[in-house]
């Protein structure tokens, strides 16, 4: 099932892992982020990097806790 509203549908089940670290982030859990996948979500535009310290963006606020 592709929403094309959600940025991460188009990845399939790796979109569980990526939303995962989407939550990693917003609760401040930098020890476990998996870098690869911080990497490809700041390339959607859901996460930046501010004094190499990652934040959701307003897109990745609202992608985190989609159902």
Do not use: C
Not at 8 to 30: C, N, P, Q, S, Y
């Amino acid at each position: 099932m592709e929403n094309d509203s959600d940025p991460l549908a188009k990845f399939g089940l790796d979109a569980i892992d990526l939303r995962w670290t989407l939550k990693d982030i917003a609760g401040k859990r930098a020890w476990i982020i998996n870098k690869q996948h911080l990497a490809k979500l700041i390339d959607l535009g859901l996460v930046e990097m501010r004094e190499d310290v990652p934040y959701l963006t307003v897109a990745g606020q609202n992608t985190v806790w989609r159902g």
